[in-house]
């Protein structure tokens, strides 16, 4: 079965970095693009970023591009995000979702698979 | 970016009613719209996608409607376990989200 695991959250002072993992089973992980979506405490959804599934195309949302990159390594079946210069405005709960459609070449899609999710909180 | 205007931002409705949310884009979507159900402390489900295909394994009694900036989510009829905050989402360029329905049971 399809599996989604976060891991690296945890508190951090503003301006500083953190790295997380998304640890994937269960499916072909290189034949599918890679999300990451995040969620304020008591907010709603903000779509984060996206790899394709090969790694050649990333696209970010603007509240992040610049800070964040997004990144896969399919030999070892996980996704990144790298973030850099945090706010505290990023804290938040970070999901990572497989895209719903194999290879596809779309800055957008719909999210099938979501792992459970990883905190991040930025406080001095 | 393209907005998605959600409404109502939540409702209070008994077991069996007929349950609609609706979604309004900003600009012509297509049919480029899915909806997610969350519940406390759990990660989005996905329900719908492209406006009016149920996931794999979802009940029968959600369905959703429209295209272009106009969509409707529907629960025909509402279960105590469909409690839950759902939202829209578009994909026709970067996706973003609706701002969310809290469903309660009255």
């Known amino acids: 079965q399809v599996q989604l695991v976060e891991s690296g959250g945890g508190v951090v002072q503003p301006g500083r970095s953190l790295r997380l993992s998304c640890a994937a089973s269960g499916f072909t992980f290189s034949s599918y693009g890679m999300h990451w979506v995040r969620q304020a405490p008591g907010k709603g959804l903000e779509w984060v970023a996206v790899i394709w599934y090969d790694g050649s195309n990333k696209y970010y949302a603007d509240s992040v591009k610049g800070r964040f990159t997004i990144s896969r390594d399919n030999s070892k079946n996980t996704l990144y995000l790298q973030m850099n210069s945090l706010r505290a405005e990023d804290t938040a709960v970070y999901y990572c979702a497989r895209d719903g459609l194999p290879a596809a070449i779309a800055a957008g899609g719909f999210f099938d698979y979501w792992g459970q999710g990883t905190l991040v909180t930025v406080s001095s | 970016d393209i907005q998605m205007t959600q409404s109502p931002s939540s409702l209070s409705a008994s077991v069996g009613d007929r349950v609609t949310i609706t979604c309004q884009a900003s600009q012509d979507i297509s049919n480029y719209l899915n909806w997610y159900q969350q519940k406390p402390g759990k990660a989005p489900k996905l329900l719908i996608y492209d406006a009016s295909n149920l996931e794999t394994g979802v009940p029968s009694r959600f369905s959703g409607s429209g295209s272009g900036t106009d969509f409707t989510f529907t629960i025909s009829s509402l279960q105590p376990e469909d409690i839950a905050t759902y939202y829209c989402?578009?994909?026709?360029?970067?996706?973003?989200f609706g701002g969310g329905t809290k469903v309660e049971i009255k």
């Open positions: 989402q578009q994909y026709d360029n970067l996706p973003t």
